[in-house]
């Protein structure tokens, strides 16, 4: 997969990328990442990319002209792969998005900056606007990271286990479950015992389970919208009138 990303911060990329999951997807040729500069396709002395708003108000706004530029440049007219602008007015990033996005092959990723670009880009030239959630950030080098960190996780092969991604909180509408490693008992806490016992249908149906506590516990609002069987659903009764701590420890 490729992603070309559009900024006027290049340098914010490298040490994310550099790293863990995303820099071992790129040395395995799953991933191809493309950082431009978008002051490289101004015209001006001093490379100005941004300017005063008609009408009045504070802020800055990104000019058209480098942002076409840098894009047609390097993508073509039109754009060869969908042109993505990072911004607090774009859907919701959710795991459903990042499926959707990782079947792409090409990818382009604008990063807004100061108080926003001009509406003409966002008319003529973005395909589709993301937000990663209800709040501003300084600019869109962030969220851009967050982007190519999830979809890349759903590319076949880019983690070591390959059903990882299918297990993460999100992946099948419900959060993870809990997790445990050496030692079985740390400062007097004790691993569940169904974790130890080997029994892996047990093992399975107790992290559904908790899975199922968890997502009821923190975000009701995702079991309206998950694919339940009539186990989860009485499981799920059960919780208002039982002891949930119990729960907890597999019983």
């Not at 001009?118 to 589709?128: A, C, F, K």
């Not at 107790?206 to 506590?213: D, E, F, G, N, V």
Request: charged residues 25%.
């Amino acid at each position: 997969m490729r992603f070309d990303v559009f900024t006027l911060f290049p340098e914010v990329f490298s040490p994310y990328l550099d790293a863990s999951i995303l820099l071992r997807a790129r040395q395995n040729g799953l991933l191809e990442v493309h950082i431009h500069d978008i002051r490289d396709w101004t015209t001006d002395k001093h490379h100005i990319t941004d300017d005063a708003p008609y009408g009045g108000g504070g802020g800055m706004v990104m000019k058209p002209e480098p942002i076409f530029a840098a894009i047609e440049g390097v993508l073509g007219i039109p754009p060869i792969c969908p042109v993505i602008l990072l911004t607090p007015q774009g859907s919701v990033f959710n795991q459903r998005i990042a499926q959707e996005l990782s079947a792409a092959p090409h990818l382009a990723l604008l990063c807004g900056r100061y108080e926003g670009i001009d509406e003409r880009v966002r008319e003529h030239l973005v395909t589709d606007e993301i937000s990663i959630g209800d709040y501003v950030l300084t600019g869109g080098e962030l969220p851009a990271l967050i982007l190519m960190d999830a979809i890349t996780r759903l590319i076949p092969g880019a983690l070591g286990d390959p059903d990882g991604a299918q297990d993460d909180s999100h992946a099948s509408g419900l959060l993870e479950y809990p997790h445990y490693t050496r030692p079985p008992v740390f400062r007097g806490w004790p691993v569940p015992e169904v974790l130890l016992s080997g029994h892996h249908a047990q093992i399975m149906r107790w992290r559904r389970q908790q899975s199922l506590l968890r997502t009821w516990r923190h975000r009701p609002d995702l079991l309206e919208k998950s694919d339940l069987s009539e186990e989860d659903r009485e499981f799920l009764a059960k919780l208002s009138s039982s002891n949930e701590e119990a729960w907890n420890t597999g019983v």
